[in-house]
């Protein structure tokens, strides 16, 4: 029997228990981590038996949590006692929003907004989506090779644009094209050094660029707040919780490209899988409902855009049953936690019949977490899955596909980071169906 690990509080009188792993000063595994997130923890796992560990990321003690019931029991209860991670590094470039607010103001904050995201909000936002689906057919040429990514991900942030600043994907065209521009400046900021300088000969560095992008957007949020260009602003403002910096801060959260991202990692998996869904659709283009959802609800499962995140300890405390002193990072991984089979049967196997009801085990829709869960659980979680399911419906519906690619019936190869993507996605060769 190996000895009890040493609790990561240190101190001699406490007794408690300390995680499997290790975080020793010269054994950082973010290298590792980096190269793909899912084989690093997966293999921890299996070596040390437990889907909690310890291990040293980005040189930080880092405790990592692919168990599906302790990660949503930690990002429900222990929110208190952590902040975000990524907030030292990048709260400059998403500004003073709830991303980064503590428990107490991200409640207050969800109080605010939630109304706005609700099924009667969506079914109003949604003829919007719609005529931007149909502007869309008519304007593609179906000549060329869709890559079904880059395509989705402009559909989503059109559709944002359009719901959170009021800019018309056919009024405002010049405008549209400006801040997505300036959306894709402003997400390169989350994939590069996080310093702003310059280099005479090169120019300025990546985060630089990136916040330059952000000033910009601003600049145009706050010229549709005082047009009263913006419906959804001026709701917002209506409200009296935010000051305008915040509330400019919350649209250009809206308005970035983080949402595009994972609505376009979704729907391109979706159409990754076209041999596997193929055999569902009618002659008229139409899948049923519950099908499709039970399909989509597997592809979050097994490929979420946002793998999970990093909290850093604000003050000692627990998670689950070890203590964790303050400093620590705790890295929760969604990805993990939904293969965790405690929960999910023969969980690397893609099986959407598992999201039926009647299936056994049953399963909640609630269990699917890729969208978080507790105070900083995403807060359009309603408005993004009914953009992904309204824009799969449509593109079924529409659209006759077909792969160049010898090997049609497989997964795909994926990129985990920053959001989930095909490696290579495919090149399909589309064409309207004939009604």
Request: with cysteine.
């Amino acid at each position: 029997m190996s000895p009890k690990k040493k609790c990561l509080c240190g101190r001699s009188s406490c007794d408690s228990e300390g995680p499997p792993g290790g975080a020793g000063y010269f054994g950082d595994k973010s290298l590792k981590f980096y190269e793909s997130p899912i084989n690093f923890i997966e293999s921890q796992v299996q070596t040390l038996n437990s889907r909690v560990f310890l291990t040293r990321l980005a040189l930080k003690p880092t405790l990592v949590l692919a168990e599906h019931e302790l990660v949503v029991h930690f990002l429900e209860n222990c929110m208190a006692d952590f902040y975000n991670g990524l907030k030292d590094n990048y709260a400059q470039l998403f500004g003073d929003s709830i991303m980064f607010a503590d428990e107490v103001e991200a409640i207050r904050l969800r109080d605010a907004m939630l109304p706005m995201f609700d099924k009667k909000s969506v079914e109003i936002y949604k003829q919007n989506l719609q005529n931007i689906l149909i502007d869309w057919t008519n304007t593609l040429d179906l000549d060329r090779e869709l890559n079904f990514y880059e395509e989705f991900k402009r559909l989503a942030i059109t559709y944002n644009l359009e719901v959170f600043l009021g800019i018309n994907h056919k009024d405002d065209i010049q405008l549209l094209e400006e801040v997505i521009s300036s959306s894709s400046e402003h997400w390169h900021g989350v994939i590069s050094i996080p310093f702003n300088f310059s280099l005479p000969f090169f120019g300025n560095s990546t985060y630089s660029i990136a916040m330059e992008a952000k000033e910009k957007i601003l600049r145009i949020i706050k010229q549709r707040l005082d047009g009263q260009k913006s419906r959804f602003g001026e709701e917002l403002r209506a409200k009296e919780v935010f000051e305008i910096d915040k509330l400019c801060d919350h649209l250009l959260l809206f308005s970035c490209a983080l949402i595009p991202k994972g609505v376009g990692s979704i729907l391109s998996i979706l159409f990754e899988l076209h041999w596997l869904w193929r055999p569902l659709v009618d002659s008229e283009g139409c899948i049923p409902d519950e099908e499709l959802e039970c399909i989509l609800l597997e592809i979050a499962r097994m490929y979420p855009p946002f793998i999970g995140g990093i909290r850093i300890a604000s003050a000692e405390t627990k998670v689950g049953r070890f203590h964790v002193p303050a400093g620590t990072a705790v890295h929760y991984s969604l990805l993990c936690a939904m293969r965790d089979p405690e929960l999910f049967l023969d969980p690397n196997t893609f099986n959407y019949k598992r999201w039926k009801d009647g299936a056994k085990p049953s399963l909640r829709k609630e269990d699917m977490i890729g969208f978080g869960t507790g105070p900083h659980s995403c807060i359009g979680r309603h408005y993004s899955w009914d953009c992904i399911l309204e824009i799969a419906k449509f593109a079924i519906r529409t659209f006759l596909v077909t792969s160049p690619s010898s090997e049609d019936h497989r997964f795909p190869e994926v990129k985990y980071l920053p959001c989930l993507r095909p490696v290579n996605p495919t090149p399909f060769k589309v064409e309207l169906r004939r009604r």
